[in-house]
Structure formats: structure tokens, C-alpha cells
């Protein structure tokens, strides 16, 4: 079926950069929504940042001119470059998919990567 597999996570200072990749693979006809999401131990998920395949974005209030969501529709790929990176951002971040399946009905399905782990130090 479908995969996603998130890249990118490590530990980083303070202040420090990285950029997560997703990339999309199976069974897909297109990808109408690519989003990040990130989980601290202890919290409940929360969204990060999402993209819609017309280029529409969403971030959380927390991230907004620190973080940039972006994809590459055509390589089923989604993008999160994040800077200045705070100990508050610790935490896993999840790749999610809305994907459509078949090309004669119109179905939509959410998928989950298995989560890449992003840790800031002070």
C-alpha cells in the first residue's frame, strides 16, 4: 500500500538548523494534503505545518517565521525547513498524507510515517 518515510532529525544546539524530508511511495495516484506534525514526550500531537497540493499553507502560531513547509508534488515529497530551533522543539515529528488511491473513484486516505526524532539541546 502506501509508505511514508520521514528523514532529516538529529540533535542539534539552540539556534541550529535541519530540514526534515518525506517522501511518499505505493500505490499512489496523487496526494492532496502532505503535513507535519510532533509529539514530546509527555504531550499530546500537535500539527506543525501542512500543504495542500495547491501550495496553501498552515503552521502553528509556535513555529510562524521559523519554520518553512514546502513540497515536491511530483517526487510525492514534503518538505520542513526549520530554523532556529528552540529546546522547545524537541520532540518526534510525524510525516501525515492525504492520498488518493485510485484514478476511477474518489477516495481519499490518511497515512502515517513511523516518525524521525528531532532534539534541540540549550
Known amino acids: 500500500q502506501v509508505q511514508l518515510l520521514e528523514s532529516g532529525g538529529g540533535l542539534v544546539q539552540a539556534g541550529e538548523s535541519l530540514r526534515l524530508s518525506c517522501s511518499a511511495s505505493?500505490?499512489?495516484?496523487?496526494?492532496?494534503?502532505m503535513g507535519w506534525y510532533r509529539q514530546a514526550p509527555g504531550k499530546q500531537r500537535e500539527l506543525v505545518a501542512r500543504?495542500?497540493?495547491?501550495?496553501?499553507?498552515n503552521y502553528a502560531d509556535s513555529v510562524k517565521g521559523r519554520f518553512t513547509i514546502s513540497r515536491d508534488s511530483a517526487k510525492n515529497t514534503v518538505y520542513l525547513q526549520m530554523n532556529s530551533l528552540k529546546p522547545e522543539d524537541t520532540a518526534v515529528y510525524y510525516c501525515?498524507?492525504?492520498?488518493?488511491?485510485?484514478?476511477?473513484?474518489?477516495?481519499?486516505?490518511?497515512?502515517w510515517g513511523q516518525g524521525t526524532q528531532v532534539t534541540v539541546s540549550s
Open positions: 505505493g500505490s499512489i495516484v496523487s496526494i492532496n494534503r
Open positions: 501525515s498524507a492525504d492520498v488518493n488511491l485510485f484514478t476511477d473513484v474518489a477516495i481519499l486516505r490518511n497515512f
Open positions: 500543504i495542500t497540493i495547491s501550495g496553501s499553507t
